[in-house]
Protein backbone atom coordinates (compact mmCIF):
# COMPACT_ATOMS: atom_id res chain seq x y z
CA UNK A 1 0.00 0.00 0.00
CA UNK A 2 1.29 3.52 -0.93
CA UNK A 3 2.09 6.38 1.93
CA UNK A 4 -0.27 9.34 0.90
CA UNK A 5 0.72 12.66 -0.30
CA UNK A 6 2.21 14.45 2.75
CA UNK A 7 0.26 18.01 2.49
CA UNK A 8 1.01 20.59 4.69
CA UNK A 9 -1.50 22.95 4.21
CA UNK A 10 -4.97 23.01 3.27
CA UNK A 11 -6.49 22.71 -0.42
CA UNK A 12 -6.93 26.19 -0.32
CA UNK A 13 -8.36 26.02 -3.94
CA UNK A 14 -10.88 23.64 -2.68
CA UNK A 15 -11.54 26.12 0.09
CA UNK A 16 -11.89 29.14 -2.04
CA UNK A 17 -14.45 27.38 -4.45
CA UNK A 18 -16.42 25.87 -1.12
CA UNK A 19 -16.65 29.21 0.00
CA UNK A 20 -17.95 31.00 -3.50
CA UNK A 21 -20.20 27.98 -3.43
CA UNK A 22 -21.52 29.08 -0.04
CA UNK A 23 -22.47 32.71 -0.82
CA UNK A 24 -23.71 31.76 -4.22
CA UNK A 25 -26.68 29.19 -2.26
CA UNK A 26 -27.87 33.11 -1.26
CA UNK A 27 -27.57 34.29 -4.37
CA UNK A 28 -28.72 31.85 -7.33
CA UNK A 29 -32.06 31.29 -5.99
CA UNK A 30 -33.07 34.66 -7.28
CA UNK A 31 -30.90 34.40 -10.39
CA UNK A 32 -32.91 31.77 -11.77
CA UNK A 33 -36.46 33.30 -10.52
CA UNK A 34 -34.82 36.01 -13.28
CA UNK A 35 -33.95 33.31 -15.81
CA UNK A 36 -30.29 34.04 -15.20
CA UNK A 37 -27.54 31.91 -15.05
CA UNK A 38 -24.29 32.61 -12.61
CA UNK A 39 -22.39 33.59 -15.77
CA UNK A 40 -24.98 35.53 -17.16
CA UNK A 41 -25.26 37.44 -13.96
CA UNK A 42 -21.35 38.04 -14.00
CA UNK A 43 -21.51 39.42 -17.18
CA UNK A 44 -24.30 41.34 -16.33
CA UNK A 45 -22.51 42.72 -13.25
CA UNK A 46 -20.01 43.87 -15.01
CA UNK A 47 -21.99 45.55 -17.18
CA UNK A 48 -23.36 47.67 -14.44
CA UNK A 49 -20.64 48.29 -13.01
CA UNK A 50 -19.60 50.03 -16.23
CA UNK A 51 -22.61 51.56 -17.18
CA UNK A 52 -21.43 54.74 -17.41
CA UNK A 53 -19.03 53.73 -20.04
CA UNK A 54 -20.93 55.88 -23.34
CA UNK A 55 -19.40 52.85 -25.96
CA UNK A 56 -19.75 50.29 -24.19
CA UNK A 57 -17.22 47.44 -22.50
CA UNK A 58 -14.76 45.26 -24.89
CA UNK A 59 -15.85 42.20 -24.66
CA UNK A 60 -11.95 41.04 -23.74
CA UNK A 61 -12.65 43.27 -20.81
CA UNK A 62 -15.75 41.93 -19.88
CA UNK A 63 -14.42 38.16 -20.45
CA UNK A 64 -11.53 38.42 -17.55
CA UNK A 65 -13.83 41.05 -15.17
CA UNK A 66 -16.45 37.88 -15.29
CA UNK A 67 -13.85 34.91 -15.11
CA UNK A 68 -15.22 33.42 -18.71
CA UNK A 69 -12.99 32.17 -21.78
CA UNK A 70 -13.39 33.76 -25.00
CA UNK A 71 -16.10 30.68 -26.01
CA UNK A 72 -18.20 30.44 -23.60
CA UNK A 73 -18.47 34.38 -23.61
CA UNK A 74 -19.74 34.06 -26.84
CA UNK A 75 -22.40 31.73 -25.77
CA UNK A 76 -23.46 33.70 -23.10
CA UNK A 77 -23.77 36.98 -24.48
CA UNK A 78 -25.60 35.09 -27.78
CA UNK A 79 -28.27 34.07 -25.22
CA UNK A 80 -28.60 37.83 -23.21
CA UNK A 81 -28.78 39.35 -26.68
CA UNK A 82 -31.49 37.28 -27.56
CA UNK A 83 -33.01 37.91 -24.34
CA UNK A 84 -32.89 41.73 -24.90
CA UNK A 85 -30.34 41.96 -21.81
CA UNK A 86 -27.17 43.42 -23.78
CA UNK A 87 -26.42 45.02 -26.76
CA UNK A 88 -23.12 44.17 -28.97
CA UNK A 89 -21.85 46.98 -31.53
CA UNK A 90 -18.22 47.03 -33.25
CA UNK A 91 -15.54 49.53 -31.22
CA UNK A 92 -16.01 53.15 -32.39
CA UNK A 93 -11.85 53.57 -32.39
CA UNK A 94 -10.89 49.55 -33.66
CA UNK A 95 -13.52 48.01 -36.00
CA UNK A 96 -12.20 44.40 -35.22
CA UNK A 97 -13.06 44.87 -31.74
CA UNK A 98 -16.56 43.98 -30.29
CA UNK A 99 -18.16 46.32 -27.48
CA UNK A 100 -21.18 44.95 -25.24
CA UNK A 101 -23.07 46.99 -23.45
CA UNK A 102 -26.70 46.11 -21.18
CA UNK A 103 -30.10 47.55 -22.48
CA UNK A 104 -32.37 49.32 -20.32
CA UNK A 105 -33.68 46.17 -19.66
CA UNK A 106 -30.08 44.69 -18.50
CA UNK A 107 -29.40 47.30 -16.31
CA UNK A 108 -33.12 47.34 -14.44
CA UNK A 109 -32.70 43.47 -13.50
CA UNK A 110 -28.81 44.68 -11.97
CA UNK A 111 -31.14 47.31 -10.51
CA UNK A 112 -33.27 44.64 -8.91
CA UNK A 113 -30.69 42.17 -8.00
CA UNK A 114 -28.26 43.57 -6.57
CA UNK A 115 -30.69 45.16 -3.67
CA UNK A 116 -31.41 41.54 -3.11
CA UNK A 117 -27.13 40.47 -2.87
CA UNK A 118 -26.44 43.41 -1.45
CA UNK A 119 -28.72 42.53 1.79
CA UNK A 120 -26.73 39.41 1.81
CA UNK A 121 -23.56 41.15 2.28
CA UNK A 122 -24.86 43.06 4.99
CA UNK A 123 -26.55 39.94 6.58
CA UNK A 124 -22.53 38.46 6.00
CA UNK A 125 -21.65 41.57 7.63
CA UNK A 126 -23.67 41.66 10.75
CA UNK A 127 -22.69 38.41 11.14
CA UNK A 128 -18.62 38.08 10.37
CA UNK A 129 -18.85 42.20 11.61
CA UNK A 130 -17.61 44.82 9.57
CA UNK A 131 -14.27 44.58 10.41
CA UNK A 132 -13.76 41.05 10.21
CA UNK A 133 -15.70 41.03 6.67
CA UNK A 134 -13.29 44.38 5.56
CA UNK A 135 -10.51 41.87 6.48
CA UNK A 136 -11.71 38.90 4.40
CA UNK A 137 -11.91 41.66 1.42
CA UNK A 138 -8.16 42.19 2.41
CA UNK A 139 -7.19 39.17 2.51
CA UNK A 140 -8.57 37.95 -0.56
CA UNK A 141 -7.29 40.83 -2.50
CA UNK A 142 -3.98 40.22 -1.32
CA UNK A 143 -3.99 36.41 -2.64
CA UNK A 144 -4.86 37.33 -5.62
CA UNK A 145 -2.28 40.34 -6.38
CA UNK A 146 0.66 37.74 -4.53
CA UNK A 147 -0.62 35.72 -7.68
CA UNK A 148 -0.02 38.10 -10.46
CA UNK A 149 3.28 39.62 -9.52
CA UNK A 150 3.90 40.59 -13.14
CA UNK A 151 0.70 42.67 -13.35
CA UNK A 152 1.22 44.62 -9.43
CA UNK A 153 4.54 45.21 -10.63
CA UNK A 154 3.54 47.14 -13.71
CA UNK A 155 0.74 48.93 -11.79
CA UNK A 156 3.82 50.08 -9.00
CA UNK A 157 5.85 51.21 -11.92
CA UNK A 158 2.65 53.28 -13.54
CA UNK A 159 2.46 54.98 -9.80
CA UNK A 160 6.06 55.81 -9.90
Not at 37 to 58: K, T
Request: charged content about 30%; proline content about 6%; aromatic content about 4%.
Amino acid sequence: MSEPTPFIHRNLPRLLLEAREAVMLHTRPSLREHGLSDQQWRVLRVLGEHARLPGGVETGRVAREAFLLGPSLTGVLTRMERDGLIARGRCPQDARRTVVRATPAGLKLVKRLSSTIESHYAWMEERLGKARLAQLYALLDEVIALEQPDEVEALEEDVE
